[in-house]
C-alpha cells in the first residue's frame, strides 16, 4: 500500500520569500515520488520527480525536493516566491506494483497563495 | 510540451440523463489514458485506465457500467456518465501517456466539472 500526506491544506507567503510545502509519504516499497502544480483552468504539470538517484531534485520554475527516507519526507522548496507560483500543488507517490504497472497516488492538494 | 484537452470544462446535467467527455491527446498518441475523479478537498482518485483498442481497466469500486469508457483511437478518449446522479457530481480529470513513456510519466488535462442537478 502507498500513500502521501500534505500536511497543510493553505500555505500563504509574502512575495521574494522561501516556499516550504511539506509531505510525508507511506509506501511499502521504495517509492518514485512527484510534485505537480495546477494552475486555474490548467491540466497538472510535473514540477520534479524523484526516482531513486539523487536524493535533492531540482524542478522547474526554481522548485526543489529532498528525499529523506529517514523522516519519509519529500518536501517541495523554493528559495524566493514569485506571484506566478500562486497555486494548487500535489505530492505524488508511486510504485512498481506487480502486474498493474505504476500506480498514481494524490496527496490532497496544498494551495499556495503569493502576497505582495 | 505535450498537451491533452477535455471537453466540456464543465457540464450541468439533470438526474437521470447520461452525459460525455472528451479527452483528446493534442500533440502526440497515446497508447494509455487514465480518468481520475476528484471530490472537493480530496485527492486525486484513479477511476481507470483505458488502452487504445481494448477494454478499460477499473479501479476497485468504480461501476463500468455506470462510467462508460471508449478508447478507440490514439488520440481520443471519452467517459459517459450514465444515468447520473447528484452523488456524481466531481471534478473529472483525465491523463495521457505517450508510447514508450515510463508508466508513471502522464500528461494530465485540465479536467471537467460536471453538476447534476
Known amino acids: 500500500a502507498q500513500s502521501v500526506t500534505q500536511l497543510d491544506s493553505h500555505v500563504s507567503v509574502s512575495e521574494g520569500t522561501p516556499v516550504l510545502l511539506r509531505c510525508n509519504y507511506s509506501?511499502?516499497?521504495?517509492?518514485?515520488l512527484f510534485w505537480y502544480v495546477q494552475h486555474p483552468n490548467k491540466g497538472l504539470q510535473l514540477l520534479l520527480k524523484?526516482?531513486?538517484?539523487?536524493?535533492l531534485v531540482k524542478g522547474i520554475n526554481g522548485f526543489e525536493a529532498e528525499f529523506k527516507k529517514s523522516e519519509t519526507s519529500f518536501h517541495l522548496t523554493k528559495p524566493s516566491a514569485h506571484m506566478s507560483d500562486a497555486a494548487e500543488y500535489f505530492c505524488?507517490?508511486?510504485?512498481?506494483?506487480?502486474?498493474?504497472?505504476?500506480?498514481?497516488?494524490f496527496g490532497t492538494g496544498t494551495q499556495l497563495k503569493v502576497e505582495l | 510540451g505535450a498537451v491533452v484537452s477535455q471537453h466540456p470544462s464543465w457540464v450541468i446535467c439533470k438526474s437521470g440523463t447520461s452525459v460525455k467527455i472528451e479527452c483528446r491527446s493534442l500533440?502526440?498518441?497515446?497508447?494509455?489514458m487514465f480518468w481520475y475523479r476528484q471530490f472537493p478537498k480530496q485527492s486525486l482518485m484513479l477511476m481507470a485506465t483505458s488502452n487504445e483498442g481494448s477494454k478499460a481497466t477499473y479501479e476497485q469500486g468504480v461501476e463500468k457500467d455506470k462510467f462508460l469508457i471508449n478508447h478507440a483511437s490514439l488520440t481520443l478518449s471519452t467517459l459517459t456518465v450514465t444515468s447520473a446522479h447528484p452523488e456524481d457530481s466531481s471534478f473529472y480529470i483525465c491523463s495521457a501517456r505517450e508510447p514508450g513513456r515510463a508508466p508513471s510519466e502522464q500528461y494530465f488535462g485540465p479536467g471537467t466539472r460536471l453538476t447534476v442537478t
Open positions: 500533440d502526440f498518441q497515446a497508447t494509455t
Open positions: 505524488v507517490v508511486t510504485n512498481l506494483i506487480t502486474g498493474g504497472g505504476n500506480k498514481l497516488t
Open positions: 524523484y526516482t531513486s538517484a539523487a536524493t
Open positions: 509506501s511499502s516499497y521504495s517509492p518514485s
